[in-house]
C-alpha cells in the first residue's frame, strides 16, 4: 500500500498502485471497474507522462437514484453545451421529485430546447413532478432545419401544470448565423431578461432590473416605448444592434414634436451599447426622447 492509495479510499472501491522505480513519469495501476478511472484522471496525476491501467471490466456505470429528493432548483447564467449529457441524465434520477425550477442557457447541436423537449427528457420521467418552473434560453448555429410549435401549442404541452403561463418566442438571425428559442413560464421571477428582439411579446416583469437587446433587425421608436413599459424597475440596459433606424425619431420630432412621445426610464442607471449603430447613440443622449 502506498500513499496514493488514501487519495481515493472514500471513492475507488478497488486499487492497486505499483510506481516504477526511477522511472518517476511512469504510473500502473490496476483498477475493478470505469467509474474508478475517471475518478483517478481528475488531474491529481498530471505529472506523469505514462499511465498503465488495468481496468477488470469496461462498462457503463450504474447510475444510483436520489430517492428522497422532492425539490431541486438549477439555475446558471453561463451557456452549457451538455444540456443532454448531463442535465437531462442527473434530473432522471430524481424519482419522486416534486418541484422543479430550472434557469439556463443552452447551446444546441439539433434541435431547440422546446415544449416537445421538456416534455419528452424530462416531464415523462418525472411522475410526482407537480410544480414546474423553468427559464430556457437555447441556441442554434448554422442549423437551416430548425422546427419549433407556436406558442399556443407549446401551451398544451404543459396541461399537466394549470397554474403555468408558458411564452415561447423563436427568433432566427440569418445575418448572425444562428437561431434561438426562449421558454419560460410567467410569472417570470428572474433578475435579468437576455437577448430581447423585436419578436419581444410583452407583457410586465416587475422583478427584472437588468435588461439586453439583440437583433439583427433595427429596433424602432416604439420598441423602445415598449421596454420600459414591461420592464418598469429596469437599471441596466445593453443594446446590440448594429442596423440603422428606418423611421429616425430624431428627425421625426423636427417635424412633429405631438405625436412622439418621449420615454421615460425611471430606475436606469447603467446603459451599454455593444457593436450599436449610432441611431440608438441618438435614441438615448437627445433629451426629447428620455427623461433619466
Known amino acids: 500500500e502506498t ?70 432548483s438549477l439555475y446558471s447564467d453561463l451557456p452549457t453545451f451538455q444540456y443532454n449529457e448531463l442535465i437531462v441524465p442527473l434530473l432522471h434520477r430524481m424519482v419522486n421529485l416534486e418541484e422543479l425550477d430550472l434557469h439556463l442557457v443552452v447551446h444546441c447541436e ?40 407556436p406558442n399556443e401549442d407549446c401551451q398544451h404541452s404543459f396541461n399537466d401544470f394549470k397554474n403555468n403561463k408558458i411564452i415561447s418566442c423563436v427568433d432566427y438571425f440569418p445575418d448572425f448565423k444562428h437561431d434561438q428559442c426562449h421558454i419560460y413560464t410567467y410569472t417570470y421571477r428572474a433578475k435579468a431578461y437576455e437577448y430581447i428582439t423585436n419578436n419581444f411579446p410583452g407583457r410586465l416583469f416587475k422583478y427584472v432590473r437588468e435588461v439586453s437587446l439583440y ?27 448594429r442596423k440603422p433606424q428606418t423611421n429616425k425619431f430624431y428627425e421625426q420630432s423636427n417635424y412633429d414634436n405631438q405625436h412622439l412621445s418621449p420615454i421615460q426610464y425611471s430606475y436606469l442607471s447603467v446603459l451599454e451599447l455593444f457593436s450599436a449603430h449610432d441611431d440608438y447613440v441618438e435614441q438615448f443622449l437627445l433629451d426629447i426622447k428620455k427623461h433619466l
Open 110 to 149: 439539433k434541435r431547440f430546447v422546446d415544449d416537445y423537449n421538456l416534455k419528452y427528457n424530462i416531464i415523462n420521467h418525472l411522475f410526482q413532478l407537480n410544480k414546474l418552473l423553468f427559464n430556457i434560453r437555447s441556441c442554434l448555429y448554422l442549423n437551416d432545419q430548425v422546427y419549433s410549435l
Open 215 to 241: 437583433d439583427d433587425r433595427p429596433f424602432e421608436h416604439e420598441f423602445f416605448v415598449k421596454i420600459p413599459e414591461s420592464f418598469p424597475f429596469m437599471e441596466q440596459l445593453t443594446i446590440y444592434n
Open 3 to 72: 500513499p496514493l492509495t488514501h487519495i481515493f479510499q472514500d471513492k475507488i472501491s478497488s486499487l492497486v498502485i505499483d510506481v516504477v522505480e526511477c522511472e518517476s513519469s511512469k504510473l500502473h495501476i490496476k483498477l475493478d471497474n470505469f467509474v474508478d478511472c475517471l475518478y483517478l484522471l481528475d488531474g491529481r496525476f498530471d505529472s506523469f507522462e505514462n499511465v498503465f491501467l488495468d481496468i477488470c471490466q469496461v462498462s457503463t456505470p450504474e447510475i444510483k437514484e436520489l430517492p428522497k429528493l422532492k425539490a431541486f
